[in-house]
């Protein structure tokens, strides 16, 4: 069974930091593209930071580049998302996402969501 639990979220005043992480199981965590999307209140889900399986090349959203880093470590079938200088405007419930190609198939998987709060 595929599962991915975030966690590390809650409330920052602005300025602050965060980690967030995602622990994978029930698939090879190793060959999956790795994903951190966020979703505010009353707006669309959007993809925030972005690391592949091969290489570990990374893409982010340009209003978190130089403040967000993702990060994974396969022997801990985890992936990071550090956060540093917050703001407001990062309040979203954050969601991992894992993507798959197994025998031609791809596969998507979503976690629960952690919710960070960024407010004085």
């Known amino acids: 069974q595929v599962q991915l639990v975030e966690s590390g979220g809650g409330l920052v005043q602005p300025g602050g930091s965060l980690r967030l992480s995602c622990a994978a199981s029930g698939f090879s965590f190793s060959s999956a593209d790795m994903s951190w999307y966020r979703q505010g209140p009353g707006k669309e889900r959007e993809l925030v930071a972005f690391?592949?399986?091969?290489?570990?090349?990374?893409n982010y959203q340009d209003s978190v580049k130089g403040r967000f880093t993702i990060s994974r470590d396969n022997s801990k079938n985890t992936v990071y998302l550090q956060m540093n200088s917050l703001k407001p405007e990062d309040t979203a419930v954050y969601y991992c996402k894992a993507r798959r190609t197994t025998w031609g198939q791809t596969y998507t998987s979503w976690g629960q969501g952690t919710q960070v709060t960024v407010s004085s």
């Open positions: 690391i592949s399986s091969v290489g570990y090349s990374t």
